[in-house]
């Protein structure tokens, strides 16, 4: 029925698990390569900074013999430094080369592990369509299978659980809105009024589940306006005026007393004679 399904539960469904462990798997395996690389990298951008600090100590010791290039000493010197500067360079440009080579290999992994990953989420996109697809299907025929339970048991005429409470008799509506929370398990049910407006053989299925609900440990809280009902049903009752209770006890104790619920049983029984 239209109105007939029960509140969503929350769910810890197969589609977020699902993507949990996929998700983890790759983080670790993109997580734990990235770490190597970017090691690599740290180590080849370290040994070109070593190669620039080397080359700058060479120039400064270069302007330092620089008055002395004069004599033979002085060309020794120059000949050394030429030599030393010579061998930076070249370590510098093999530490370059060597942070070029971690960089791009780096930017080349990276590209590949996104392309990767963008092709595994569009499968798993697919996957979870599915699994939600079949989730839909079981939970709407749960749904059907249950209205259909409700149907039969509250005895509610219609021509099929497809059909909205808006066409129903009152009878039926108010069996309708029953069934629909009672089919959530709840512990305490609050009935306002259940059986206003209803006919007498809709009222006999009424009092009869709420017997049941009652025997089944449910606690259920009727509000009532009628003595009948109240007689018949109640093994509690709660008098309340003008929004306080004023008498509280079993039905019996309170009919041979002298407050306001034993004035309104025998109001209601002078009404039958």
Known sequence: MGRMSTPKPAEQGPVRQFDIAIR????????????????????????LRRADQTEAELRQL????????????????????????EEAKEAREQAKAEADLHRRTVEREMAERTA?????????????????RQLQTMRAQAERDQAQTLLKEWRIKAAGTDVLPDSLSGGNQQKVVIGKWLATQPKVIILDEPTKGIDIGSKAAVH?????LAAAGLAVLMVSSEIPEILGMADRVLVMEHGRIVEDGPPDELIAGTGRFADLHRAWRDSLA
């Open 24 to 47: 983890g798997y790759d983080k670790r395996q993109v997580d734990g390569r990235l770490a190597y690389l970017t090691a690599e990298l740290r180590g080849a951008e370290a040994a």
């Open 62 to 85: 270069r302007q330092q013999v620089s008055t002395q290039t004069e004599s033979s000493f002085g060309f020794r010197v120059d000949k050394i430094l030429r030599l030393a500067e």
């Open 116 to 132: 990767a990953m963008e092709e595994q989420e569009h499968e798993l996109a697919g996957k979870r369509a599915s699994i939600e």
């Open 208 to 212: 009869a589940f709420m017997g049941e």
